[in-house]
Nanobody
């Protein structure tokens, strides 16, 4: 069992930056593929970014490519999402997720086994 706890959300003006963190419990964090998703009110949960267990491979949604960076520190059992040049349309609850199966640029929620509770990001115009 893995527990995931997100932090770092908040209110920011358009053009600003935030860094989200997701701390994981358990000894096998370094073997998990980690992803970030987001869900805006009235919309489905959508993929943001994913990183392989080693951090050597990443994949991004087109909507965030060039603005967001996913990274991980396996020694700290933590995955990060650095968000820059934020836009009002980035407003959503952001979730981190862990996948126990191998990395395959996984973009669908059903491909992940564990989820955090989410952290709110609000971007004002």
């Amino acid at each position: 069992q893995v527990q995931l706890v997100e932090s770092g959300g908040g209110l920011v003006q358009a053009g600003g930056s935030l860094r989200l963190s997701c701390a994981a419990s358990g000894r096998t964090f370094s073997s998990y593929v980690m992803g970030w998703f987001r869900q805006a009110p009235g919309k489905e949960r959508e993929f943001v970014a994913v990183i392989s267990w080693s951090g050597s491979r990443t994949y991004y949604a087109d909507s965030v490519k060039g603005r967001f960076t996913i990274s991980r520190d396996n020694a700290k059992n933590t995955v990060y999402l650095q968000m820059s040049s934020l836009k009002p349309e980035d407003t959503a609850v952001y979730y981190c997720a862990a996948r126990t199966a191998p990395y395959n640029s996984n973009t669908y929620p059903y491909e992940y086994d564990y989820w955090g509770q989410g952290t709110q990001v609000t971007v004002s115009s």
